[in-house]
């Protein structure tokens, strides 16, 4: 599985959007973009994931790159639940592929 | 949305003694099920991945005989951490998946805290 390079942590004021990047310029054709976060001590939740479209679901948008070399979380309008640690994860789509966790990017939203 | 537990959420355990945690999908049937751990201020560490009636496939540097996973069944797997010792205090979570989605999704157990004094 190609590998993902995240900034270490990220503030963000409440109300605010908060704009997560990832690199992943080694990603290959047939993988997907996934991400997901982790509120402290509880297991990691799904947010989104993409392949090479934009997608958009009640949760945040996933903007990526024509060259699918990076790509952006947009969580539209943080609030203080929002503050996690978020994973952008590359992975196969295949039955049996277990996701591999990078360092992510811890989010801090403020009021 | 597809539910997985774990049980217990906590555990509190002598060194020496061993330690069973289990992880259940409560509405699909997971062919596939993935057990992690993380450490305080670390990301999580994919220990080993289960296949129902299958042995695990350990990933290098986890010790199988100390690890001991079981996937009997299509919605239950357990972990076993034998004779724990204080370094194997950490927060253990699985995950399940199955096969036949469009996206083959991996969700997520909300963890096991072990400490081990």
């Known amino acids: 599985d190609a590998k993902t390079t995240q900034p270490p942590s990220m503030d963000c004021a409440e109300g605010r959007a908060a704009n997560l990047p990832c690199n992943h310029s080694t990603i290959s054709g047939n993988e997907y973009v996934y991400w997901y976060r982790q509120i402290h001590s509880q297991g990691p939740q799904y947010i989104i994931h993409?392949?090479?479209n934009n997608e958009t679901n009640e949760m945040a948008s996933l903007i990526i790159t024509e060259d699918r070399k990076s790509s952006t979380l947009i969580l539209p309008h943080a609030t203080l639940r929002d503050t996690a640690v978020y994973y952008c994860?590359?992975?196969?789509?295949?039955?049996?592929?277990?996701?591999?966790f990078g360092k992510g990017t811890t989010l801090s939203v403020s009021s | 949305g597809a539910v997985v537990s774990q049980h217990p959420s906590w555990v509190i355990c002598k060194s020496g003694t061993s330690v069973k945690i289990e992880c259940r999908s409560l509405d699909f049937q997971a062919t596939t099920m993935f057990w992690y751990r993380q450490f305080p201020k670390q990301s999580l560490m994919l220990m080993a991945t289960?296949?129902?009636?299958?042995?695990?496939?350990?990933e290098q540097g986890v010790e199988k005989d100390k690890f001991l996973i079981n996937h009997a069944s299509l919605t239950l797997s357990t972990l076993t951490v034998t004779s724990a010792h204080p370094e194997d205090s950490s927060f253990y979570i699985c995950s399940a998946s199955t096969s036949g989605t469009l996206y083959n999704e991996q969700f997520f157990g909300p963890g096991t805290r072990l400490t081990v004094l």
């Open positions: 289960s296949n129902e009636g299958s042995k695990a496939t350990y």
């Open positions: 994860i590359v992975r196969l789509n295949q039955a049996g592929t277990a996701l591999i």
């Open positions: 993409g392949l090479k």
